[in-house]
């Protein structure tokens, strides 16, 4: 059986700044719900709900902790002058995945850690997910 990711969370030092940034650089939209500093997050894509939330604990300086999330863009280099455009910065460049696509890694507003890659041809729907 298989267990298909239903759901992300970003958490964030300053709300407003975040989903600035995700709005301004992924289109994505936000909707108050639930308790107060969480919003519902709409990126579109059915299937997967998302959720951006205060952070609870201040970044301790350790190693990464919880999930990394990638986000299927069109344009990998566009999508790098977003992110430093609205105050993300690019940790990793864009590199080739042979048989995969483009693939980075750029950190948020709220120094949370994430990828954006641009699949090649073909290979975003033989996973059986689409646009």
């Known amino acids: 059986m298989s267990n298909p990711l239903c759901h992300f969370a970003i958490h964030a030092d300053d709300c407003a700044r975040a989903m600035a940034f ?3 650089v992924f289109g ?4 108050p719900w639930g308790p107060p500093d969480f919003w519902r997050i709409h990126t579109g894509q059915s ?3 998302g959720a951006l939330q205060k952070r ?4 301790t300086g350790t190693g990464m902790r919880g999930f990394e999330c990638s986000i299927s863009v069109r344009d990998v280099k566009s999508m790098a002058e ?3 455009k609205h105050g993300g ?7 080739l995945i042979q048989g995969v696509g483009t693939v ?6 709220e120094g949370n850690i994430a990828s954006a890659i641009q699949y090649l041809p073909g290979v975003f729907e ?3 997910a689409s646009r």
Do not use: C, N
Request: glycine fraction near 6%.
């Open 56 to 59: 609870q604990e201040p970044l």
């Open 89 to 95: 910065h690019v940790v990793m460049p864009a590199f």
């Open 28 to 31: 994505w939209r936000f909707e």
């Open 47 to 49: 299937g997967v709900e």
């Open 82 to 84: 977003l992110i430093v």
């Open 126 to 128: 033989s996973m059986g």
């Open 22 to 24: 995700y709005q301004a």
């Open 104 to 109: 980075m890694k750029f950190q948020d507003t």
